[in-house]
């Protein structure tokens, strides 16, 4: 079993910035990869960006430049580094981590409880 503790978030000005992070805690031996997806009001999930444990990165167009993704294996943390905050960011963000699959670990995915991003005009 697998908890996802957020931290961070906020409220910042356009073009300000915030930072989240998410401790994985419990068994984290299985984790691979870790990321965020936001939910924005009336808007359907999406992903924002996502990171493997070698550092590899992938982010969501509308976010590229701006947010930077990070992790720390040692301590089972995924960062978040919003920059050039615009109002289409706010959302509410929520950690993620998948366990992949293989001959000692299950397929799973685990979500963190959300942190509020408000950014104002």
């Known amino acids: 079993q697998v908890q996802l503790v957020e931290s961070g978030g906020g409220l910042a000005q356009t073009g300000g910035s915030l930072g989240l992070s998410c401790l994985a805690s419990g068994d984290t031996t299985c984790i691979s990869d870790m990321g965020w997806y936001r939910k924005a009001p009336g808007k359907e999930r999406e992903l924002v960006a996502t990171i493997e444990s070698d550092g590899s990165a992938i982010y969501a167009d509308s976010v590229k430049g701006r947010f930077t993704i990070s992790r720390d294996n040692a301590k089972s943390t995924v960062y978040l580094q919003m920059n050039g905050l615009k109002p289409e960011d706010t959302a509410v963000y929520y950690c993620?981590?998948?366990?992949?699959?293989?001959?000692?670990?299950?397929?799973?995915?685990?979500w963190g409880q959300g942190s509020q991003v408000t950014v104002s005009s």
């Open positions: 993620n981590a998948e366990q992949h699959g293989d001959y000692l670990c299950v397929e799973y995915k685990y």
